[in-house]
């Protein structure tokens, strides 16, 4: 099989090539592929015969766009505004089965191709050439949240107390509670060692009937289970770029507040309105289901009860964006003292490219001290929208800056990421 190969720029990526190929004295199939310098997929060949033999895939296989108000959305924004193009990578062409079902787009940016997928995770290409997308451009030292407060712990960090137990230990787990629960004076937190988006998080919990409850709960879906302190204050997540602070907020769980005239229940209607007119809150209403009812019930609320003007009335005590939290805007208030001791834990993973760290504070205007503030993770593929389409505060442009290092660090940013040591591995 012969034919000819044409390489240059594509208006929809970062380099191709068209091929012609002659496959029978009637027929001649063309398509155009992605490659890098480095790189040429197998897999992407494959995807443009595919679409050369029969036809574009269906609309509901169409790679992208992502939805306005994600963390996709503001980084394909970003990269327009700097003049660098973009293109959705097609299904066929993940050869990553763990990936397969998400979103990814590719850009290059001086000659590195790095690729964004809808988890928040930031890659870069696979030297070797197998892996697409790449690997992640961050440590893995932050995914299993109690070796990592035992390394912060050690070097001096406030963090919670706490234990991780497998699934099917739950006699142990409760002879830890008993022992350590009643001197945590705000009880414990029961959730997944390695969790997403605030899923089968349980927290406040005093009693042994209510950690059983938890406890079997997160252990049906999850394998390795933290038993944490709840700790005072008010969690606030400090999003960096390359070991630097580049935004902070604070976070509050789903609420609504009293005027006076209207019940919980219209205003849980008002404020979704309201939510729906900002684009990174549109898609996360508030609910008002079974678990807000019996968390209202526990405080001697109701549901038709009228709260009064100015009265804040919780309907959960999960701060997610996903759970109906909200976030307000601080980095212009926040305490410096709390921006140096962020950077000081990044300085402690050198592999953390882009990173959400949440601190529990007490009072963000006094400066860090021993007792008054608690590290309670890190997150290596946060969303960072919120920051973009703050609830109250100012707009911070992250997905800029996440950008604008990238140019500065050029090609030596490649071989940062992928990093691991001991607080990863899971034997």
């Known amino acids: ?37 480095r790189q040429s997929s197998l897999s992407t060949m494959l995807s443009g015969v595919r679409r050369a033999i029969f036809g574009p ?68 290409s696979d030297p070797d050439g197998v892996r697409i997308p790449g690997p992640i451009l961050n440590t893995a030292a932050t995914r299993r949240k109690d070796r990592l407060k035992r390394f912060l712990r050690e070097r001096g960090f406030s963090v919670p107390e706490g234990a991780a137990f497998l699934n099917h230990a739950l006699h142990r787990a409760e002879a830890y509670f008993e022992t350590v629960g009643p001197s945590m004076t705000y009880g414990v937190c029961v959730k997944p060692v390695r969790g997403w988006y605030g899923d089968r ?19 049906e879906k999850y394998r390795r289970i933290l038993v944490e302190e709840m700790v005072p204050g008010i969690a606030h997540r400090f999003t960096c770029v390359a070991g630097r602070v580049v935004a902070a907020q604070f ?3 789903a609420n609504v507040e009293g005027d006076g005239v209207h019940t919980v229940t219209d205003l849980v209607a008002l404020k979704n309105e309201e939510r729906g ?50 976030f307000i805007d601080v980095t212009d208030e926040i305490h410096q003292s709390y921006v140096k001791l962020v950077e000081d834990v990044l300085a402690l993973f050198p592999g953390l ?13 006094e400066p860090a001290s021993g007792n008054n503030y608690h590290v309670l993770e890190l997150n290596g593929c946060p969303g960072f929208a919120d920051h973009h389409y703050p609830w109250r505060g100012r707009h911070q442009d992250v ?7 990238l140019a500065k660090m050029g090609p030596a940013i490649e071989g940062r990421g992928d990093q691991t040591n001991d607080l990863a591995s899971d034997p």
């Open 1 to 37: 099989m012969s034919g000819q190969v044409h390489v240059g720029r594509w208006p929809e990526g970062p380099f191709s090539a068209a091929i012609v190929l002659p496959c029978s004295p009637a027929v001649t199939f063309s398509w155009s592929f992605a490659m890098t310098k």
């Open 57 to 124: 895939a269906k609309s509901d296989d169409r790679p992208g766009p992502f939805a306005e108000g994600t963390s996709g959305d503001c980084l394909t924004k970003a990269l327009t505004e700097r003049g660098i193009a973009h293109r959705y990578l097609w299904p066929d062409e993940i050869t990553r089965p763990q990936l397969a079902k998400r979103t990814v787009f590719a850009f290059e940016v001086n000659g590195v191709l790095y690729y964004f997928d809808s988890q928040c995770c930031l890659r870069r």
């Open 201 to 219: 998080v349980h927290v406040g919990i005093q009693d042994l009937a209510s950690f059983r409850t938890a406890f079997a709960a997160v252990g």
């Open 251 to 253: 976070s509050r769980p």
């Open 277 to 326: 007119l900002n684009p990174c809150y549109s898609r996360f209403r508030l609910e008002l289901g079974e678990p807000e009812r019996m968390f209202l019930g526990r405080a001697g609320i109701e549901a038709n009860h009228v709260p009064e003007a100015g009265q804040r009335v919780f309907l959960s005590n999960l701060s997610n964006l996903h759970r109906g939290g909200e």
């Open 353 to 365: 490219f882009v990173c959400g760290a949440d601190v529990m504070i007490e009072d963000r205007g």
């Open 399 to 405: 997905a800029g800056a996440i950008v604008d290092h």
